[in-house]
């Protein structure tokens, strides 16, 4: 006999007496309005409140987006996490959170492909609809791209953190950032230069923040493209999801042949980010994960291009 069937079946309550067992009560009188046009709107009171907020919004909101690249896959959906803010004054206590999320879904609902120009009429149309004089939307999105190994040809994807922040001032216009943080491989010049034979290397992160300029044009430049060019190029050697030996064979050797300290790094970065036309202001953020030390190595830098002497 099956060993389930030699005990007794058990003997429930039904859910209703299951769940009052548990602490639900039965509901109470309704006095409050359940029409909107009844209900005390406590976010819109005006008093004096002491303090401007500079940024009032919701953030961590979850949402699939659709973005375009240069490299392969050219169009490509994935999950951004959007931030949504305005500023409101002393005499405001709050702001209507909702409007934030129902924005969003008027997008979506519109075909929800994220571009600057798009977030643009997105926080101007964000302001008007919270009745402030700014807004400001943040949308962070892991981009992939493909990558060949340098001899067998095979591809895979890497990826790197990317993000765009989009200000509107009524009287000022828009501000917008972009942000990208690629990994790379840094080979250590010291080790190289003391050691009688081979290097220790490590694997380095480079975050770059770029204030984009006003004519920007995004329909002839990528720019998660350029800035992951100026991380890349300048590093001891690229990263590969797939590495057959002649690969590795080539990408260690042309890391020992490009030895970069984690100061290195971050000033050749700086300098082809100078180079873009298209850049205002740029910070640069390196980090190298040790492979012989217990730490890691770091380096920043940043330089606003419109007010150097």
Sequence with gaps: MDKARQFAQKQLPDKAQRHKLFGSVEPGPRTKPNEKSGMTDVQNTKKDFLFDLDAVGIANVQHPITIASNLEPETQTTI????????????????????????????????????????????????????????????????????????????????????????????????????????????????????????????????????????????????????LEAAESNASARLHPVLKRPDEKTVTEQAYENPRFVEDLARLVAADLYEMPFVNRFQIQCRNEESIHMHDAIASVSFDKQSQS
Excluded at 145 to 154: A, D, K, N, T, V
Excluded at 203 to 211: A, K, P
Aim: aromatic letters at 10%; hydrophobic letters at 35%; a negative charge.
């Design 80 to 227: 951004a996490s959007f931030e949504f803010s305005s500023a409101i004054d002393k005499s405001s206590k709050g702001t209507n959170m909702s409007r934030f999320t129902e924005q969003l879904q008027t997008l979506q609902e519109s075909g929800f492909s994220i571009n600057i120009e798009t977030l643009k009429h997105f926080a101007r149309d964000l302001a008007i609809r919270l009745d402030q004089n700014d807004a400001e939307i943040k949308v962070s999105f892991p981009w992939y791209y493909e990558r060949r190994g340098p001899q067998s040809g095979l591809t895979g994807m890497n990826h790197a953190d990317a993000s765009i922040r989009v200000h509107y001032d009524a009287v000022s216009g828009h501000t917008i950032d972009v942000s990208l943080a690629p990994f790379v491989t840094t080979l250590c010049p010291c080790s190289k230069e003391i050691s009688e034979y081979g290097a220790h290397n490590q694997r380095g992160e480079v975050s770059m923040t770029v204030s984009l300029a006003e004519d920007f044009d995004e329909t002839s430049i990528d720019w998660k493209e350029q800035l």
